[in-house]
């Protein structure tokens, strides 16, 4: 009865290199978010995917930033040439199909740190 | 532009007493509340829950009031516990969006 799952929980990269954070979601559950927290903010939605499906990204960087669900294997943030303000912790969470309002319940995040 | 507003970074109650978190929002096509609770180095935990096609939500020491007239929703935790200490943030949706908006949190200190 496993939560969503999220790898790496802490990752440490240089300024101009690629981070990718991975998220599998609940069983059971088909659409998966990510949102990023800044220090001392609330959590910022960035893009919204259901399997094979990006279905809203409205909150997405416009550069540097990309994100999948494919159709087998866990999403994917990929953050191209970090740069020091991408440091903060980066959340995915999941919910069932939205027919009406549904829980999305949250991973254990992770935290990126750019040197 | 913050559209969901938690006014009090942190608030301290003693064990046992009632614990009332507050948020008032400012997107009147907000149409669904969350509570969500987070310790440090955790991912938010989901609380609680109301449509505003309600007023009151309860699940056991948790009670969720919302007041669509005000914006303003509140939290309560009674009696509260050494193991409420957390940070609450309050969440909300619309019909059409996607994504939650969060307020920056309250940081919930329980005193012994």
């Known amino acids: 009865n496993a939560g969503v799952m999220q790898n790496p929980r802490h990752l440490v990269r240089r300024r101009g290199q690629e981070a990718r954070l991975r998220c599998s979601p609940m069983k059971g559950h088909s659409h998966v978010y990510w949102y990023r927290q800044l220090p001392e903010e609330g959590l910022k939605f960035m893009v919204y995917l259901q399997k094979e499906n990006i279905i809203d990204e409205s909150g997405m960087p416009k550069e540097r930033f990309s994100a999948e669900f494919p159709k087998e294997g866990p999403s994917i943030l990929r953050i191209q040439q970090v740069v020091r303000g991408d440091s903060a912790a980066y959340f995915c969470a999941s919910s069932r199909p939205r027919g009406s309002k549904e829980t999305q319940y949250f991973g254990p995040g992770t935290r990126l740190l750019v040197l | 532009d913050q559209q969901v507003k938690q006014n009090s970074p942190s608030l301290s109650v003693q064990e046992g007493r009632i614990s009332i978190l507050n948020c008032d929002y400012t997107?009147?096509?907000?149409?669904?509340f969350l509570w969500y609770k987070k310790y440090p180095a955790e991912g938010p935990t989901f609380l609680i829950s109301i449509s505003s096609i309600k007023d009151k939500n309860e699940d056991g020491r948790f009670t969720v009031f919302l007041n669509k007239s005000a914006k303003h929703l509140s939290l309560h935790i009674v009696p509260s516990q050494p193991g409420d200490s957390a940070v609450y943030f309050c969440?909300?949706?619309?019909?059409?969006?996607?994504?939650?908006?969060f307020g920056k949190g309250t940081h919930l200190i329980i005193q012994p």
């Open positions: 997107n009147s096509m907000f149409d669904y």
């Open positions: 969440a909300a949706s619309s019909e059409g969006a996607d994504g939650l908006t």
